[in-house]
Each structure stands twice: as C-alpha cells, then as structure tokens.
C-alpha cells in the first residue's frame, strides 16, 4: 500500500440495522463508549462504518482494497475481530460473517465487533488458498512492510487491524477436497482462549500447539485470546458448518458481555478438550473409499475404509491404530500412498464426545436461523 492512500469509508447509525424500526436509543445510566480509532479513522459509539482499507494492487495497477466493517456499540466493552478467508478459498467463514452483519441484536452490541470477510482478497478471487507468491498467508504474520505480497498483506491486516483488537475468532475449514468436522482450535493455557474456546459451545476442541507466524500464534505473543473456527471443506457452503459458526460467535460475546443474554438463542453443547490428534494416511496408492463419518468415534481395528488399484483385484481394508473421534476426512478417491486420509482426535470420553457431536448435529439441523436472522423481525426490547 502506498503510504498517502487513504481508507474509503461509509458511516451508518447502529440504530437503523437494516431491519429494526424500534425506538433507537434508550437513555440508560449506564458508561457510554469512547469514540473507537481503526486505520487512521475515527467511529463514534452508535455507529457503523464499511472501511475501504488499501492493501495491495493488481498487475494491472488496480486497487485491492481490504473490506472492514466496524460496529461500535454505544457501551463500553471488548473489541472482538472476526475474520475469514485468511486462506482465499476458505468460504464458509465469509458465509458466516455475512450472516452476522444483519443481527438486529447488534444495536445492543456493547464494545466494538470488527469484521473482516476476506481477508486474502488475491486467493478469494483466484479462489486459492495462497496469494500470488505462492505463500501460505497464515505463515507470515506479523509480516513485513518490505516482504513479498503475502508478507505485506499480513503487516497491513496485522498492524492496522488485528492490533486493535482484544480478542480474535479466526475462521477457516479443511483445505480443498477436506472435510472438516466443526471445531474449535485454541492454545488453552494461554490466559483468555479457554473462556472463549469454551463459550463458542461445540462438542469438539482440539487443545493445539501454535505454529510459528501464524495468526493464532502472532496474535497470541500480543497478549491477545484468539481461537480458530474450522469447519467444512474450502469452495463449498456447508449450511450446518455456518449454522454452528454463527451460533458460536453470539455465543462468546454473550460469555463475553458483549451481547444481551436472551435476544437470541444459542444451540449449546458441552465441550469436550482433545489434547491430540494424528493423521492416518494411505498405506498404498488407488481409489479411496471412506467407510466412516466424520463425528464418528473409532476404535482400534475399526474398519475406516478400503484403498482398491483401479484395475485389479489388489485392495487394502484401513483399520484404525488408535481410538478416537474423525474430526476430517479426506474427499478425493484418487490417493498416493502416504497422503492423508482421516485427522483423528483423541478424547477420554470418546462415546459421550460421539453422543455429544450427534446431538449438536440434529439440534443445528432443526435450527432456523437462516430465516429468523435474514428477513425482517421484530427484535423485542
Ligand atoms: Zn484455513
């Protein structure tokens, strides 16, 4: 980004939401919040601003701007980013976001929501995981004013963004041709991430490591909670995957006090800590069958599957090492020995985790929130 480019920007009033015709305010004896400063532009409490934010240009000298919308409620309260799309082909994430955008409970938003639904807008267009680099944007935070395009990017998004912020949810899913189970990745023993990996409420969380110049780990070293939402598989919406994202988000700012606690529902579900996991991979090369669901809970000498050689009788039956839960599963029949088939979790309780997943999974399928949350409601005061 050249430095004299300026953010673009649209300001709204919290009041009008798209959808409420209710009384804006009320006058409340309660600390109201300070005006909130992001990229070099003020927004006043009760208000909602679309920023433009210059972040890089096309070989063609077009501008790339880095959409941000900042939501700063009346109320004093956390700065919360919700971002997506860090990997370009990621969807399910900006799916999410779009979603969140039209809650009528966000005129009761206390302390400033700041979205971000693509992040990666080279790979989102290129409907890529990587920018034209050939880099993985989630290895090169905090980044470098005077790196390559990835590396540039992430010192824009990280400097003038996430910076802001004092907590994070990152939105992601498997990598194309993966499926993901719903769930949560957090570093629990970092002080503030277990109160949110915990409040997103899903059956699942995996207890990860960081990994060095990643988001969680980056952001991590600023002192600020971040976790990571991963469902689905890249390029593809997956109803249940947004449905679950949505729910977990309101859910955390509720915990966080962000949000009023009965405006809207949550689909709850206890959590359960995976502290590991490991993948199986393809012992010979051929066409790949699954045999197993992801949510399923597997023990030693399961059946997960079968690899066949196209044009023989030659077959392997893949049997389970070690008990545990699928959290991904591999959608490519055409494999190489050695590529990952099925990421496994290990829990204590792997039969109530499976009772737990099924259970969320039905709850979330009866959830209407497509409906309630996109058409206009009446949001009772
Ligand atoms: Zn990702």
């Not at 015709?21 to 909602?48: H, L």
């Not at 976790?227 to 679950?244: D, H, K, M, P, W």
Request: with cysteine; glycine share 8%; aromatic share 6%.
């Amino acid at each position: 980004m050249k430095k004299e480019q300026t953010p673009a920007m649209t300001t709204t009033k919290l009041s009008s939401p798209g959808t409420d015709q209710s009384p804006s305010v009320k006058s409340r004896k309660r600390s109201r919040a300070s005006p909130f400063e992001i990229v070099g532009q003020i927004v006043q409490p009760g208000e909602r601003t679309q920023i433009d934010l210059p972040a890089s240009n096309l070989y063609t000298h077009t501008p790339l701007n880095l959409p941000v919308e900042v939501i700063h409620g009346r109320s004093p309260g956390p700065t919360m980013l919700i971002c997506a799309a860090i990997h370009g082909d990621e969807l399910n994430g900006v799916e999410i976001i779009r979603r969140m955008r039209s809650f009528g409970s966000l005129k009761h938003l206390h302390g400033t929501l700041v979205l971000v639904p693509v992040v990666n807008q080279f790979g989102f267009i290129h409907q890529s995981r990587y920018l034209p680099d050939r880099r993985d944007l989630n290895r090169c935070f905090p980044g470098s004013e005077q790196g390559s395009i990835a590396s540039r990017v992430a010192n824009i998004f990280f400097t003038q963004i996430v910076s802001r912020c004092t907590h994070i949810i990152d939105l992601h899913t498997a990598a194309v041709n993966r499926d993901n189970l719903p769930q949560v990745r957090a570093a629990l023993d970092e002080p503030g991430v277990r109160e949110m990996a915990e409040g997103f409420s899903i059956p699942v969380i995996i207890n990860s490591g960081l990994i060095e110049n990643s988001l969680r780990c980056e952001a991590g070293k600023l002192g600020i909670p971040i976790i990571t939402y991963e469902a689905g598989e890249a390029l593809r919406l997956n109803e249940r995957s947004i449905v679950t994202g949505v729910r977990g988000i309101v859910s955390v700012m509720r915990i966080l006090g962000m949000l009023p606690s009965k405006r809207i529902k949550t689909v709850r579900a206890e959590p359960y800590i995976a502290n590991s996991s490991s993948w199986f991979r393809a012992s010979m090369d051929g066409i790949f069958r699954p045999l197993v669901k992801l949510g399923s809970r597997i023990k030693v000498g399961d059946t997960l599957g079968v690899i066949s050689a196209p044009f023989s009788s030659e077959e392997t039956v893949l049997t389970a090492a070690f008990d545990g839960i699928i959290i991904c599963v591999s959608n490519m029949p055409l494999v190489n020995e050695g590529e990952a088939l099925f990421h496994i979790a290990r829990f204590d309780k792997a039969g109530a985790v499976e009772e737990e997943i099924a259970a969320h999974e039905s709850n979330i399928e009866e959830d209407r929130l497509y409906d309630i949350e996109t058409v206009p409601v009446t949001v009772n005061d």
